[in-house]
Nanobody, 121 residues
């Protein structure tokens, strides 16, 4: 069992920045990754970024590539999502997830509670 606790959401203006954090309850080994997804009302959960704990292999969605950066602090069992050049369409509830590296939600077994990000124009 892995508990994930997110923080760092909030309100930002277009062009601004926010950093999300997600702390895992225990150290993870092996072929596992941390991912970030986001969801808006009435839509499916959308992949944002993911990073393998050991290989540092990273995936980004096309919509955030060049603006968002995912990183990990293995000593703190924490993954970060630095979000720059924010756009109103980035507004969503952001979820971190733990599982097998992919761009698909179904490969992630554990999920955080979600944190709201709102970008005003």
């Amino acid at each position: 069992q892995v508990q994930l606790v997110e923080s760092g959401g909030g309100l930002a203006q277009a062009g601004g920045s926010l950093r999300l954090s997600c702390a895992a309850s225990r150290r993870t080994f092996g072929n596992y990754a941390m991912g970030w997804f986001r969801q808006t009302p009435g839509k499916e959960r959308e992949f944002v970024a993911a990073m393998h704990w050991s290989t540092d292999n990273i995936y980004y969605s096309d919509s955030v590539k060049g603006r968002f950066t995912i990183s990990t602090d293995n000593a703190k069992n924490t993954v970060y999502l630095q979000m720059n050049s924010l756009k109103p369409e980035d507004t969503a509830v952001y979820y971190c997830a733990w599982g097998i590296l992919s761009r698909t939600a179904r490969t992630y077994e554990y999920w955080g509670q979600g944190t709201q990000v709102t970008v005003s124009s």
